[in-house]
């Protein structure tokens, strides 16, 4: 089999062997139809690749590393000098060292490539200028590559003066490019899309295409693609998850860890139509990857796991709070005016689910038509992901399974045990900010919590007879939750019988891996004002 590979350069591929997803239609379309985009991706999606392989495309043309791609035989582009500037490697704490570090870059590259009458300046949007001056005389043209664009200023979000300081810098650098000859194709990548930056004000020649239908996925992997250029590697993981060969796994079976890919790492959508989706390919390829090694399927939150919070909402939540009942029910749509998802002025004043958007915790659920639009948490990675976070944040560290002799609830707690401490989670809750309205609610408050606790949670498991609301798996326990939601004591205890039927009859938890002791338990949230308790449970054998 080919080498999986996580990186930022293409040549990689080539030359290590390893797995490469055919991205390079979208990029034969792309330069041949624009001449200066940006395009804005969450961390860990494969920008960086992308403005890699363009990069490359230019400076070396189709040999060799373009071999058996798409455009191998179809690019007939000359050559041209690449321009590659990453703002990650440029200090963000500083302006006056900022601009030296860029005036250098500048220079070292008009120098690498010979440009006459060069000359630095004070300013590096001066020194820029120079640049593509004395090219466009030498009637030569380059291409331009910035990565990370806004790094400066997500840094800063929490410092106006210096956000300012650098928003200014910037405008002024962009300012001095548009509509220069001298750039045969301009790229530009980051995280978040700003109003604020003369690259998005009216008048500027850079295209964003960001939501482009056409483009939605340039980056990131679709289903066919996983299962065109990772096939051997899906057979693998197929044959684990169902303790056969790989000569016995069928389509069907296949298809089954597909679904199975998809509910953890599919969902994200950059199409402005609503139509096509991505996988995260930092997940996919991490995913994949662990199962050649481990010989087993795990399904972890690989994308959360690498880079921990974006730096960008680290710095947010200094001074902004995070709501976490607008997104503990996993499938909720959130509403927001259409305008302020297209057109965020600046960081200092950006709609929280717009920024949860661009840092890859939300994605679009639905089109970009009309003047209200819907988010949505993509897939069952990030739902993980961001309870675990704001539980962390809502309950304020004082997340406890612990009962007063030291024994861990969760791990070896009795039913009444383990029912006081759902109690003691729903109490937690100030009832008149943030009322329990549903039984989804019930369900994703206690998931949060156990989460943040460190716990291995499930929800909404699938198995071969139902899905089980609950599953938390310790060493050697299984704790199986049917959760019910009732309005007083009669429907409570009503409510308990169903759930006790529904888990007997679904057998819930009687699933591989086995566990020493399993545990199931129906328990009934019962919203009467005088009651906000679970008062009907039971341990079903």
């Known amino acids: 089999m080919k080498k999986i590979g996580n990186t930022g350069s293409f040549k990689n591929f080539y030359s290590n062997n390893q797995i ?280 972890g939150e690989y994308w959360y796991d690498n880079g921990g919070l974006p730096s960008i909402l680290v710095n947010y939540l200094k001074t902004h709070k995070l709501n976490i009942f607008d997104y503990l029910e996993k499938g909720k749509f959130i509403p927001i005016a259409t305008n302020d998802f297209k057109n965020p002025t600046s960081l200092t004043s950006i709609n929280q689910n717009v920024l949860m958007c661009q840092t890859g915790y939300l994605t679009l659920r639905s089109n970009l038509n009309y003047a209200e639009m819907l988010l949505g948490i993509p897939n069952g990675e990030i739902y993980k992901a961001l309870t675990s976070l704001l539980a962390a944040k809502f309950f304020e560290g004082k997340i406890k399974v612990f009962n007063e002799k030291g024994i861990n609830i969760i791990e070896k707690g009795s039913i009444e045990d383990i029912v006081s401490l759902l109690n003691t989670i729903v109490h937690s809750v100030p009832y008149d900010n943030y009322p329990i309205t549903s039984e989804a609610m019930v369900q994703s408050l206690i998931q949060a919590y156990l989460r943040g606790a460190g716990f291995d949670v499930l929800s909404e498991v699938h198995e071969a007879k139902g899905r089980a609301d609950l599953v938390v798996n310790t060493g050697n326990r299984r704790i199986v939750f049917e959760f019910k939601y009732a309005q007083n004591e009669t429907e409570a205890k009503a409510k308990l019988s169903e759930a006790v039927e529904q888990i007997k009859s679904r057998d819930y938890g009687n699933i591989i891996p086995k566990k020493n002791e399993l545990l199931r338990i129906a328990a009934v949230f019962n919203a009467e004002p005088k009651v906000r308790a679970f008062s009907q449970y039971q341990l079903v054998v």
């Open 20 to 299: 490469y997803v055919d991205k390079t239609e979208y990029i034969y379309n792309l330069l041949n139809n624009e001449a200066r985009v940006f395009i804005s991706r969450p961390r860990r999606f494969g920008k960086s690749l992308t403005l890699d392989t363009i990069a490359t495309l230019f400076e070396t043309g189709v040999e060799p590393f373009f071999k058996g791609t798409w455009i191998y035989d179809k690019w007939t582009e000359p050559t041209y000098p690449v321009f590659r500037l990453s703002f990650l490697n440029l200090d963000n704490s500083s302006l006056d060292l900022f601009k030296k570090q860029l005036n250098s870059i500048i220079s070292k590259f008009a120098n690498k490539i010979d440009v006459k009458g060069y000359v630095e300046n004070t300013e590096p949007e001066d020194s820029i200028l120079c640049l593509l001056e004395n090219l466009e005389d030498e009637n030569r043209q380059i291409v331009i590559l910035i990565d990370e664009y806004d790094y400066q200023l997500t840094s800063n979000i929490n410092n106006d003066d210096l956000y300012k300081q650098f928003q200014a810098k910037l405008k002024r650098i962009y300012a001095n490019i548009k509509d220069k000859w001298a750039i045969k194709f301009l790229g530009i990548t980051g995280v978040t899309r700003l109003k604020d930056v003369e690259i998005f004000s009216i008048g500027s020649d850079i295209k964003d295409i960001t939501n482009a239908s056409t483009y939605s996925q340039m980056i990131g992997f679709t289903r066919d693609e996983i299962k065109k250029y990772y096939i051997d590697y899906l057979k693998l993981a197929t044959s684990y998850e169902n303790n056969c060969s790989v000569d016995e796994v069928t389509d069907d079976k296949l298809e089954s860890m597909l679904d199975k890919m998809a509910q953890n790492y599919d969902g994200y959508c950059f199409d402005e139509d609503y139509e096509k989706k991505v996988f995260c390919t930092w997940s996919v390829n991490t995913f994949l990857q662990l199962v050649a090694d481990k010989k087993k399927v795990q399904f």
